[in-house]
């Protein structure tokens, strides 16, 4: 079987690890609300495409929830961002817990202002409780985030990983069946690297 110089074990192996670790929280967040938020600012400009202005406006209702031009290119613009960012874990938290800030104050005023968001947004109470669960969740997506993007390095010294647990370790390599040792990365015996 080949072998990585580098790691000791098979080649593939630290891709195997890397995709092992899996999507953190903010990923799934930043991915999953993106989709929907680009999804929802597409299938707005059907319902409401219309660009009003001012304290009296009126959207139109998709799915309960009020729209017009302007609300489905926040909605657009919104989920690009969070697809971006999904595919990095640094980004993802980063974004998440920004963007999680952002809609708990456009959240706070749509229920102060009651029918708008800053007269350019049309809100309805469908919409604050989104835009809160919005909030709360891209908080709570990134603080249960790790944001290390580095890869899952093994040291070939102390056989420790850059997260701090135990790397799998390769049985030693023997040469040319003498049954000495030899260090997998040099590709000398053991017995010649060791300090007399």
């Not at 080649?11 to 609300?33: I, M």
């Not at 456009?106 to 919409?127: E, H, K, S």
């Not at 891209?138 to 580095?150: C, F, T």
């Amino acid at each position: 079987m080949a072998t990585s110089a580098r790691t000791g074990g098979h080649v593939g192996y630290e891709d195997a690890r890397h995709r092992d670790r899996g999507r953190t929280p903010a990923q799934w967040y930043c991915l999953l609300a993106g989709a929907v938020l680009l999804l929802v600012g597409i299938l707005g400009f059907i319902v409401d495409a219309t660009f009003d202005t001012g304290g009296d406006i009126d959207g139109d209702a998709l799915i309960g929830f009020e729209v017009n031009g302007w609300h489905n290119i926040v909605h657009i613009a919104s989920g690009l961002l969070l697809l971006a960012a999904s595919a990095k874990r640094a980004s993802a938290k980063t974004v998440a817990l920004v963007f999680g800030i952002v809609y708990g104050a456009v959240a706070l005023i749509g229920l102060i202002d009651g029918d708008t968001v800053l007269g350019l947004l049309p809100v309805n109470a469908a919409d604050n409780i989104l835009h809160i669960a919005l909030s709360l969740a891209g908080i709570v997506a990134a603080l249960a985030s790790d944001a290390d993007d580095r890869d899952n390095r093994a040291s070939t010294a102390t056989g420790d990983d850059t997260t701090g647990r135990r790397a799998e370790t390769s049985p030693p390599i023997t040469g040319g069946g003498s049954g000495r040792d030899v260090d997998p990365l040099t590709g000398t015996p053991r017995s010649e690297t060791t300090p007399r």
